[in-house]
C-alpha cells in the first residue's frame, strides 16, 4: 500500500549495526559487544525508563556525514515499504547540548532528504523536536538557530519526558514558530500524568496541526469534540503505545476510529522497538485492532490529507493509493 509516514524520530531509527559503524569511525566506546547484545540491552518498561536507552545511543553521532548516514537509511528502509512520503523528527537540543553545532546536523540530514529522492524517489521533510525537560529558553535558542534553514524544516513539534512539562510552558515558542510560517505538532504520550490537560493546551493554547499519540483524548467528550471541530490528526504508533501499556496498547486504534478521529499509523523509534518499521505497525494493528483493508486505506488516506505538503503533492499520492485499492478491491 502506497503509505506516507508522519511520527518517526530520526535519532529512534539508529539500528545497533549502524551504532557500531559510527562507533568505530569515531572512536566512541559502546558498552556491548554485539549488535545483537546490544539490543537485548534496549529494555524499558514506560517512558522515563525508554528514554534512558534512547539517548545513550547519540554519542556516536558527531559529524555531518554520521547524520546523513542516519537519515539515509531510515528513507532507504522506508522506501523499501512503499512509503512514498515521510516527515520525520530530530532533536537539536540533543546534539548541541554535545557541543555538535546545529548546522552539521541539519546539514547531514539534508544531503540525505536530497540524495533519497534522487535515488530512491521518497520525498521528505523534517520537523524539529524541541526537549520538553529542557527550558522555553533553550527551546527559543533552537528556533532562533533554524530561522536560516527555513526551507529545509516544516515545522517543530514536541517531544520527550512530559512529566511536569506541558504544552503551555513553550507556548510562546510555538507562537513564533508559527509567526515564522512553521507547521505545529505536539506529543502528548499515553497515560502521561495530567494528560488531558496537556491535549487541552497543546489544542487551544498552542493551536497545533497535528497530535503525536493523544489516545488519551478518548476519555474526554469534549476533547474529542474540540479535536473533531479542529480538524486534528492523531500519528499514532502500535508498537510504541504496547511499550507504554502493554496488553491494552492496540485497543485505542479501534475506538478512535469508530469515533470518527482522524488517525495515521506510524514507527515512532523503530531502531529501538524490535524493528517495527511502518509496515510491521500496520500489520501489529492489523491482527491486534482488527482493522478492516477499508480502515487500513483510509488510515493511509489520513496520513497523505494531513501531510505538510502542496495541494499537488497531495494530489499525486492520492492517485496512487486509488490506483492500488482499486486493484486490491479486484
Ligand atoms: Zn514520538
Not at 108 to 121: M, Q
Amino acid at each position: 500500500m502506497p503509505k506516507a509516514e508522519l511520527h518517526v524520530h530520526l535519532e529512534g531509527t539508529l539500528e545497533p549495526e549502524m551504532k557500531f559503524v559510527l562507533a568505530a569511525r569515531n572512536g566512541v566506546a559502546l558498552p556491548y559487544k554485539t549488535a545483537d547484545e546490544m539490543r537485548d540491552g534496549y529494555v524499558y518498561h514506560d517512558l522515563p525508563s525508554f528514554l534512558r536507552v534512547f539517548y545513550e545511543g547519540r554519542k556516536v553521532l558527531i559529524e555531518e556525514i554520521d547524520f546523513y548516514d542516519l537519515c539515509y537509511a531510515y528513507l532507504q528502509k522506508a522506501a523499501s515499504q512503499n512509503v512514498l512520503y515521510a516527515e520525520m523528527f530530530f532533536d537539536p537540543q540533543q546534539h548541541t547540548e554535545r557541543g555538535i553545532a546545529f548546522d552539521t546536523v541539519i546539514r547531514g540530514l539534508t544531503r540525505a532528504r536530497v540524495d533519497a529522492e534522487r535515488n530512491l524517489g521518497i520525498r521528505s521533510q523534517l520537523i524539529m523536536c524541541f526537549l520538553r525537560e529542557q527550558s522555553a529558553q533553550s527551546a527559543m535558542d533552537v528556533l532562533l538557530s533554524a530561522l536560516a534553514y527555513k526551507a529545509d524544516i516544516v515545522g517543530v513539534g514536541l517531544d520527550s519526558d512530559e512529566k511536569d512539562n506541558p504544552p503551555a510552558k513553550f507556548a510562546d515558542v510555538f507562537r513564533r514558530a508559527r509567526q515564522e510560517g512553521f507547521r505545529l505538532t505536539a506529543h502528548c504520550d499515553v497515560d502521561q500524568e495530567n494528560t488531558h490537560a496537556h491535549i487541552r493546551q497543546a489544542l487551544t493554547d498552542i493551536g497545533v496541526d497535528r497530535i503525536d499519540h493523544g489516545v488519551n483524548v478518548l476519555e474526554d467528550p469534549e476533547l474529542v469534540a474540540l479535536a473533531r471541530t479542529q480538524g486534528i490528526t492523531f500519528t499514532l504508533c502500535p508498537f510504541a503505545n504496547e511499550v507504554v501499556r502493554p496488553g491494552r496498547g492496540q485497543e485505542p486504534i479501534r475506538q478512535m476510529l469508530d469515533m470518527g478521529l482522524k488517525v495515521t499509523l506510524n514507527s515512532d523509534d523503530p531502531a529501538y522497538m524490535k524493528g517495527f518499521y511502518i509496515s510491521e505497525n500496520l500489520q501489529l494493528a492489523q491482527s491486534a485492532a482488527g482493522l478492516t483493508p477499508v480502515d487500513l486505506l483510509s488510515m493511509s488516506l489520513n496520513a497523505f490529507e494531513a501531510a505538510w505538503i502542496s495541494p499537488s503533492e497531495r494530489e499525486g499520492y492520492l492517485i496512487a493509493l486509488d490506483r492500488f485499492a482499486r486493484a486490491w478491491g479486484e
